[in-house]
């Protein structure tokens, strides 16, 4: 009888625990399993985002891939660029989106409209090269502006050095745009040097060069 007693009171005890604590019990397993669920649906989600966001660029990649795109055209894809940027921001697909989109506005001729984009990538892209790209691309645009001395102080951000060649390449022009033949000479110089040693094909430094030396020799 002591045996079964103790049996019943061992029962009572559970069943008195179970009675104070079994809803909490329950309560953080239903929030558990939830918060697995959340978190695998989150990762779930962001997936299907990043393949959603990936195969809208490469259809924007598809509709540019033309060299000589029509008014409607331009504004077709700049029209996809808006809507990947507002579904997908600050994702790396909507930064490469206005990376391209700048030389589309370009190709449209409007100025202003590239450095928008561009200015956009530079100041709140996380990814160091996409954001030199920005840079690099930004001093082209002060170029095209007649904007040199611009073009030299965007140089000077903190470039990756992947991109160092294509920064010396485009300090060169800014200093050829000034009328320092010198100091293009220097730049363009460095720009195929260290193209060389970083084994980057580098398109038309030399030919500056060249035309450099030739303009020298005529005068």
Sequence with gaps: MVELRSEEEQLDAVKRWWKDNGMSLIAGAVLAAAGVFGWNAWQNYQQGQSEAASMRYQQLVNMTASSELNEDQL????????????AHGNTLYAELALLLDARLAVQAGDLEGAKASLESVASDSSRRYVQSLAWLRLARVELANGNPDQALALLDQPISDALAAQRADVRGDAFAA???????RN??????EVAQTQDQPLYGVQFKL???GAEEATQ
């Design 187 to 192: 730049a363009w110089e460095t720009a195929v």
């Design 75 to 86: 504004a077709s894809a700049r029209e996809m660029v808006a809507e990947l940027t507002d």
């Design 210 to 212: 060249d035309d450099l």
């Design 178 to 184: 000034k009328g320092d033949t010198s100091a293009a």
